[in-house]
């Protein structure tokens, strides 16, 4: 019997929060408050069948970033990431 994946890789999540950040945020490098993991958000683990999105370090699994959206906001949470590293683009 076939399971359903737990979560999805950061690439699932790229467009919703580039939606609202008006970046690429695949590319973007988040270091893990929790356990210093230094990856690109395209490689971190996202669940999303709550009522938002919730991106885990892969190294420890904790919360690096959340996104809800509502009808009438979008609600960001960037607390577990000490920090997020964007790419500028060349040009």
């Known amino acids: 019997m076939m399971t359903e994946p737990t979560h ?3 690439n699932a999540a790229g467009g919703a ?4 950040l008006s970046f690429d945020v695949t ?7 929790g356990c210093g993991h230094v990856g ?3 490689e971190t683990h996202v669940y999303y069948r709550g009522p938002g ?3 885990r370090c892969p ?11 509502t009808p009438t906001d979008v609600w960001l949470d960037f607390r577990g990431a000490s920090s997020w590293r964007v790419p500028i683009p060349a040009g």
Do not use: H
Request: proline content about 0%.
């Open 40 to 42: 690109a958000f395209a």
């Open 8 to 10: 999805v890789d950061g």
């Open 53 to 55: 999105i919730v991106v």
């Open 27 to 33: 590319t973007a490098m988040l270091t893990c408050a």
């Open 59 to 69: 190294g420890c699994g904790d919360i690096l970033a959340r996104l809800v959206q």
């Open 17 to 20: 929060f580039a939606d609202v």
